[in-house]
């Protein structure tokens, strides 16, 4: 049973910055795929950033060049740095993981507005 605890969200104007973290209750080390989704309002849940056995890491095209995801394995945790956030980045944040089978946070709410 993996648990997955994000922090980080809030309220931002557009063109500001917000850094989501993702804190894992295992070695990050043996989790094969870990990654950020977000919901918005009355759609869908979507990909935000994902990486797959420590290899390369894929970001949606709406978010690419602008959110960076990255790892502290010492502290067991996932980074999702998001700069010049836009008013459709406003959405809940969810970290997921992959262990055998899916596992999700709670999530953290993200709000992009003046």
């Known amino acids: 049973q993996v648990q997955l605890v994000e922090s980080g969200g809030g309220l931002v104007q557009p063109g500001g910055s917000l850094r989501l973290s993702c804190a894992a209750s295992?070695?990050?080390?043996?989790?094969?795929?870990m990654g950020w989704y977000r919901q918005a309002p009355g759609k869908q849940r979507e990909l935000v950033a994902i990486?797959?056995?420590?290899?390369?890491?894929n970001y949606a095209g709406s978010v690419k060049g602008r959110f960076t995801m990255s790892r502290d394995n010492a502290k067991n945790t996932v980074l999702l740095q998001m700069n010049s956030l836009k008013p459709e980045d406003t959405a809940v944040y969810y970290c997921y993981a992959r262990v055998s089978k899916d596992y999700w946070g709670q999530g953290t709410q993200v709000t992009v507005s003046s």
């Open positions: 295992e070695n990050i080390f043996s989790i094969n795929v």
């Open positions: 990486i797959i056995s420590g290899e390369r890491i």
